[in-house]
Nanobody, 122 residues
């Protein structure tokens, strides 16, 4: 079994910064992609940023130039540095680990964290 534990959310004023962390633990041989999603009240969950095991990244247009995703493969941890935060960034942020294999020959699956609240005040 694999668990994802997120941390770093909170309340911040517009223009401020936060850094989210998500650590994966359990039976892990490899993880393909790790990503951050967010869901605001009354809205669908959306992809914020994604990073592959090789370090390739992709961002939602709304956060390009403000957010940076990174990962430490040795620690199975992904980070999201959020700068110049706006009230519209307010949401619950979820970590996702995709293509997780417990052994080299096992099939892969996806896991989600429990979510961390980010609130940006105007």
């Amino acid at each position: 079994q694999v668990q994802l534990v997120e941390s770093g959310g909170g309340l911040v004023q517009a223009g401020g910064s936060l850094r989210l962390s998500c650590a994966a633990s359990g039976s892990i041989f490899s993880i393909n992609a790790m990503a951050w999603y967010r869901q605001a009240p009354g809205r669908q969950r959306e992809l914020v940023a994604i990073i592959t095991s090789g370090g390739s990244t992709n961002y939602a247009d709304s956060v390009k130039g403000r957010f940076t995703i990174s990962r430490d493969n040795a620690k199975n941890t992904v980070y999201l540095q959020m700068n110049s935060l706006k009230p519209e960034d307010t949401a619950v942020y979820y970590c996702n680990a995709d293509g997780v294999r417990p052994t080299i020959v096992a099939s892969s699956r996806s896991y989600w964290g429990q979510g961390t609240q980010v609130t940006v005040s105007s």
